[in-house]
């Protein structure tokens, strides 16, 4: 079964970067959508962006647009997410989803543990 797991999170300092990776076991990615959702604390969690099957289409939120790069290797059954010019309004934990398509259903077993992204100086 699908089996989802980020890393690259850490401390980050405002105006710096870090590149998320979401990277699958289980089951190939080559047919899902994937999009990364994240959780600030006291707060409900949101899309942040996704990107198609075939990588064509990516959508993202107005906070993240222009700072924010998703892009997926298939062959290497990896999605990721390149964050540029972070903001301390950033800070959340970071979750990668599987899903049927983007802002559909998610996939069984779809979520990933998360990994924490922290921007302080």
């Known amino acids: 079964q699908l089996q989802l797991v980020e890393s690259g999170g850490g401390l980050a300092q405002p105006g710096g970067s870090l590149r998320l990776s979401c990277a699958a076991s289980?089951?190939?990615?080559?047919?899902?959508?994937i999009g990364w959702f994240r959780q600030a604390p006291g707060k409900e969690r949101e899309g942040v962006t996704c990107?198609?099957?075939?990588?064509?289409?990516?959508n993202y939120i107005d906070s993240v647009r222009g700072r924010f790069t998703i892009s997926r290797d298939n062959a290497k059954n990896t999605v990721y997410l390149q964050m540029n010019s972070l903001k301390p309004e950033d800070t959340a934990i970071y979750y990668c989803a599987a899903q049927y398509y983007c802002s559909g259903p998610l996939v069984p077993n779809g979520w990933g543990q998360g990994t924490q992204v922290t921007v302080s100086s």
């Open positions: 289980g089951s190939t990615l080559d047919y899902y959508a």
């Open positions: 990107i198609n099957s075939k990588g064509g289409t990516t």
